[in-house]
């Protein structure tokens, strides 16, 4: 094996436009971590978050390599009982924050963040799962309890996470109204299965009714409308920050939060193996195909960057290796 690999390693605030590939060290093997090599990872939103700011943080790790999630193999199991060879995915728990993740062609990883996948699915389609599967799942099933008689919002549908919680909702049964700032979009949501599209100009009362579900992804830029829109009894979870408020100033739970409306969020940070072996199992069973937007190679790694932080791509950005 040679004893370089390609990365991105990031020291600063850094556009998407400026980001590169370097040569280090293939990083070595301690206990308690495995050796990942690397076939493919999906791009998130969070991603242009640590480049814009976030990475002026104390506890970002620096230089730090960026990513979040991966697909691909393990290349030396350590003391882990992984075998050599075996396909596995792995996400979140300081990955690419406060130690170094996916956007190079080998990682080393907490092995109890590193997840056996059984599927036959090609890397790129397998890339498109971890983070945003994940985050949709435990959103829609552990948070919000989401049944077949639901009536699901899913507000700041055209991401990549909203499109996949649009999957696995409308698989579910419920009926889904998705939202769109763009008019143009609303075709996109439509084709990706929403019931009813709504452009959303900012308030939402008036305009929507029945929802028992709403999945919150703008943030607490809109949230308190959100929870305005729906029924008595409904749950609200809030899992995004497209709307780029990250912190809710002067927030009054009793005022806030209307008579009898449930709150609650979901956070990817502690993914488990039973869940992610769940999610590629329903996949299976119900004959799903990963939602990937693009895909890129890894040399193509700027033109990536500069995709995710501009919003070009419907969907998932997958990078293949
Ligand atoms: N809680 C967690 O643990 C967790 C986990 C994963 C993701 N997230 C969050 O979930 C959100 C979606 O993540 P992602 O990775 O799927 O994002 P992404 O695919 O990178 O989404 C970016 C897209 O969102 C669209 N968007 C929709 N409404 C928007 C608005 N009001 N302002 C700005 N952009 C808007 C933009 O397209 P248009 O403007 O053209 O519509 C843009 O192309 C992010 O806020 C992310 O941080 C949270």
């Not at 493919?40 to 104390?58: K, T, V, W, Y």
């Not at 998705?178 to 452009?199: F, P, Q």
């Not at 008579?259 to 119900?286: A, K, Q």
């Amino acid at each position: 094996m040679n004893n370089t690999m390609k990365a991105v390693v990031l020291e600063k605030p850094t556009k998407g436009s400026e980001v590169k590939l370097s040569d280090i060290p293939i990083p070595k093997v301690k206990p308690g971590w495995v050796l990942v090599k690397i076939r493919a990872f999906g791009m998130n939103h969070s991603e242009a978050i640590l480049r814009e700011f976030e990475i002026e943080s104390d506890y970002i790790q620096k230089p730090v390599i960026p990513g979040i999630e991966c697909v691909g193999e393990i290349a030396d199991p350590s003391d882990s009982g992984w075998k050599k060879g075996q396909k596995a995915a792995a996400l979140m728990g300081g990955m690419g924050r406060s130690f170094n993740g996916s956007y190079a062609e080998y990682a080393l990883l907490p092995v109890h963040h590193v997840f056996p996948v059984e599927s036959s699915l090609s890397w790129e389609k397998m890339a498109a799962v971890p983070e945003t599967y994940f985050t949709a799942w435990g959103s829609l099933f552990q948070s919000l309890r989401l049944t077949c008689d639901d009536v699901l919002l899913v507000r700041g549908a055209t991401c990549a996470l909203g499109y996949v919680a649009i999957q696995l909702a409308k698989t579910s049964g419920c009926r889904v109204v998705g939202t769109s700032h763009r008019e143009s979009k609303l075709k996109l949501l439509e084709a990706a299965g929403c019931d009813e599209c709504i452009l959303d100009e900012g308030s939402l009362q008036g305009k929507v009714s029945g929802l028992t579900k709403a999945l919150e992804l703008i943030g607490i830029k809109t949230l308190k409308d959100t929870m305005m829109c729906v029924e008595e009894g409904a749950i609200v979870c809030n899992t995004g920050v497209l709307g780029k408020v990250y912190e809710w100033d002067h927030f009054d739970p009793i005022k806030d939060i209307p008579n009898g409306v449930f709150l609650t969020g979901f956070y990817s940070n502690y993914p488990d193996e039973n869940t992610m072996r769940d999610i590629f199992r329903f996949l299976d069973e119900h004959e799903l195909s990963p939602l990937v937007g693009k895909v890129y190679d890894f040399k193509n790694i700027t033109e990536a960057c500069e995709a995710l932080d501009e919003g070009k791509v419907k969907g998932k950005i997958v990078v293949r290796i």
